[in-house]
């Protein structure tokens, strides 16, 4: 299969007129996908504590990809839903160290729909880049309401999010919320389809939920004390209900609207079940994160009366998320983006006919995590009834649907073929597919770029994940990478803590104790630890500085002239024995000018010398002095 490299505006002109003068309306489309939901959590896949009637109804009204498959996590899975290509081909390798950053050049669902003069809308988590170009208003979306890269209570999330009255994302801009999670993007999501009015919507609703932390006010857990003595069970599962509650409620809209029947309405999940594997895996082997069938299988339904869907109707072929956006071009009649060489097939003819003919195929799932993807690293051929597990364990689902038997030795043609098959997707990526992608600084998009601990290229035991870890200080090593779009002046603010905290870079936080209305934290939230950080240095590329940190500072304030291109940054805090403690936790770029001169010859020794002294240090009450370097 051959690799990728195609702008995502070359088929703008032929995609706009896609439904131009069609006396039919075209579909709306809502794509609900939940965060961390299993197969088995859900009532009409025979979970015995799960209480989801609306869901349970979409079920019923809808036709079944009963053997439909993701990725194991988070990113990967949705790297691959939006591009209908392999989450390796994408740059989407991790879930965070600029991993999870969705290659800028690759067209996306929202693309699609959006030249084919849709409305286009995404509500929830994203998970594939925080920064431009890698923003969902980068990639098709006019409307994006949600929390920060990973999830909530992770380092790049608004700080002390917890899943009621938060700061989110409205197009890029952080802005206070009050409610529940769920309940706001919900909210917001069917405020954009009234908004719409006569124009077709396509709306990307990605709930952050049933995914840790399981927070949720008191009084919604008090029902589940009877129905489980586990309170991880009870947190789960009243977070699903929540989901299917809000699914109800839209589904009440649309019909209210008059647009139900007109809507296709696809339900799914981005990986296999988390904290629910333990309590009902509907017989599956393995979890999230996993390469066995409860890693990655998951439901999917798609209800479209008015598109000639069937309810209740069953499709048992292997099917996958890079499907979905094939499938969607063909049902929705879009312009077919052209240069793109799709993972998936259109699923068209399987939903109007489970009977038509269809040729058996092989379809990957993988889950590298790690810096660099390595063959064979944790991955499943799948082939009809058959898995290929790693390159080496072969499963039959037909016989053992648990996957307890290794069948391999008895196989062995099959164990070959399946493995050529992966010999021929690893050898068809480029380099290109293993580079790491960067923020732009210095475009007029986003002038202020935010890098966050979790986004450090780096070996994942030393990255801070989450705002816990910088609560506690991790030693924190490795790079942002990024790069310079217009060459110019640039200014970089090193912190300890983001600036919605406005805290001193040496200065402790309090515990937060939840008291389940106001504050619904899972759990007590540690006390930040306080440091003695004397100096700050940094380096962008080859330029580099560093800085006294005086009392009372939030940040140290580098500035440098940056010639165009991909540049490193690094940053470090040191204590009053010079030692290098850790490295900063939080950058801010934004370009103070745009050079004038942008072929000045190499600066001298002495301008160089000046350039490792270059600082701004803001303290908490006042500003002082600016020294910068602009050779």
């Known amino acids: 299969m051959p690799g990728h490299d195609l702008s995502r505006r070359q088929f703008l002109h032929a995609a706009a007129g896609a439904w131009a003068g069609r006396a039919q309306r075209p579909p709306n489309v809502i794509v609900v996908l939940t965060d961390d939901q299993g197969y088995g959590d859900l009532a009409c896949h025979g979970n015995p504590l799960a209480r989801t009637p609306h869901l349970d109804r979409l079920h019923a009204e809808s036709t079944r990809l ?154 919604w857990l008090k029902p589940w004390g009877a129905r489980t003595r586990d309170p991880q069970f009870a947190r789960l599962y009243a977070s699903i209900e929540r989901i299917d509650w809000n699914v109800g409620r839209l589904l009440r809209m649309l019909a209210q609207r008059r647009q139900l029947d007109n809507t296709l309405v696809i339900f799914l999940t981005d990986n296999g079940a988390a904290t629910g594997a333990a309590a009902f895996a509907a017989g599956m082997r393995g979890r999230k994160g996993d390469i ?52 998936g097939a259109s699923l068209a003819p399987l939903l109007r006919d489970p009977g038509a003919a269809w040729p058996e195929r092989t379809l990957l799932v993988e889950s590298q995590r790690i810096q660099y993807p390595e063959k064979w690293r944790n991955c499943a051929m799948m082939r009809g009834r058959w898995r290929l597990v790693n390159g080496l364990e072969l499963y039959d689902l037909r016989a053992d649907p648990a996957q307890q038997r290794d069948v391999a ?41 935010w890098f966050a601990p979790d986004e450090r290229f780096a070996e994942l035991s030393s990255v801070p994940v989450f705002q816990d870890d910088v609560r506690r200080a991790k030693t924190v090593e490795g790079i942002w990478a990024a790069a310079v779009e217009t060459e110019g002046l640039y200014e970089f603010a090193v912190r300890r803590w983001p600036r919605e905290v406005r805290q001193p870079l040496t200065a402790a936080l309090p515990e937060i104790r939840p008291d389940g209305v106001r504050t619904i934290h899972e759990a007590p939230v540690p006390p930040g630890r306080a440091l003695s950080l004397v100096h700050a240095r940094f380096r962008a590329g080859e330029r580099r500085a560093g800085a006294a940190i005086p009392p009372g500072a939030e940040e140290v304030r580098f500035a440098m002239t ?4 991909p540049v490193d940054l690094q940053a470090w805090f040191a204590d009053a024995a010079g030692d290098e403690t850790r490295g900063a936790y939080y950058i801010y770029a934004r370009r103070l000018q745009v050079s004038a001169a942008p072929h000045r010859a190499a600066p001298s020794a002495s301008s160089r010398a000046r350039a490792n002294t270059a600082a701004n240090i803001s303290s908490v009450r006042r500003p002082v002095c600016v020294f910068c370097w602009l050779g």
């Open 66 to 219: 009963t053997d439909f498959h993701v990725d194991p996590t988070c990113s990967p899975s949705r790297s691959a839903l939006l591009t209908g290509r392999y989450s390796h081909r994408v740059g989407v390798w991790h879930t965070v160290i600029g991993r999870n950053f969705l290659r800028r050049g690759e067209v996306t669902m929202a693309e699609v729909f959006r030249e084919a003069g849709y409305r286009t809308g995404h509500f929830g988590k994203w998970h594939l880049g925080a920064n431009y170009p890698f923003r969902p208003i980068d990639r098709g979306f006019e409307r994006w309401v949600g929390h920060g890269n990973s999830g909530i209570g992770t380092s790049s999330d608004y700080w002390d999010n917890q899943k009621l009255n938060d700061t989110y994302y409205r197009d890029g801009a952080w802005e206070k919320f009050s409610g529940f999670s769920t309940d706001i993007f919900v909210d917001e999501a069917m405020r954009f389809i009234r908004e719409a009015a006569a124009q077709p919507f396509f709306v990307y609703l990605a709930t952050n939920v049933p995914h840790a932390p399981l927070n949720l006010p008191a009084a």
């Open 292 to 343: 066995y069938e409860g890693g990655h299988r998951v439901p999917c339904f798609l209800r479209w009366p008015g598109g000639g869907l069937r309810a209740g109707l069953d499709v048992a072929r292997l099917t996958a998320h890079v499907d979905l956006l094939p499938t969607l071009i063909d049902l929705c009649g879009l312009q077919r983006p052209g240069g793109v060489a799709f993972d």
């Open 409 to 449: 030795g008895a196989h062995p043609d099959l164990v070959r073929r399946l493995r050529a098959g992966y010999e021929e997707l690893w050898d068809s990526l480029s380099a290109r597919d293993r580079e790491l992608e960067r923020p732009l600084l210095g475009n007029g998009r986003q002038p202020l770029t």
């Open 562 to 565: 940056l010639p165009a291109g």
